[in-house]
């Protein structure tokens, strides 16, 4: 049991516990692990390195072995890679190729990363700019509970940098907004308004709906 990529794991978590901490010990766990392929080890390995706990700090050694992870589609890997990628931390910049796995890790439902490429595409960072996309993704990821007052008040000069809250979700007319509504057609149109003005929703239905709407 001890040489089971799974078990090897789960022991590390253990070793973490607060209550016996070894942290040294949990990344020798994770390192044997990751060794086997166990992806959520190798993310665990990732942020041992990144803050120094249990193993010297190393940042590139980190993105290293994010990118492995991030490579057989680990969503937390892909986010924690793309992160990294487009600050250029531990890593040579591309914000083109942080744009691509924050978009594969945001169309496995992850808000974070949902979050982030909206935030590209509203501005044309390492993606094309889309204010149609921007604001899908900024709908589901406000959906999931992620708060984002710059994209609520994107463009709005009397509102950028207030508490602004639900924009968005209230129906208030932002510049994100009214480009989405003036550039969606059809169907596609309908959509957007029947989601903007429902008063009662089941987030994860309406989630679902708007992912086969715009994917």
Known sequence: INNHAGALYNLGVMAMDANIADFPKAAEYFRRA????????????????????????????????????????????????AIAVFNGDGVEKDEALAGKFFLRAASRENPIAQNRIARMLANGRGVRLDMIEAMKWHILARAAGIQDDYLDAFGDPEKFGKQVGGDIISNKKTFLLIQALEKSKGKMHQELVAWLTAKKFNKQKQKWQKMELWL
């Open 34 to 81: 990751s060794e086997q392929g166990d992806n959520d080890a190798t993310y665990a390995l990732a942020m041992l390195y990144k803050e120094g706990t249990g193993v010297a700090k190393d940042r590139q050694k980190a993105v290293q072995l994010l990118k492995v992870a991030a490579e057989e589609q680990h969503i937390s890997s892909m986010v924690d890679y």
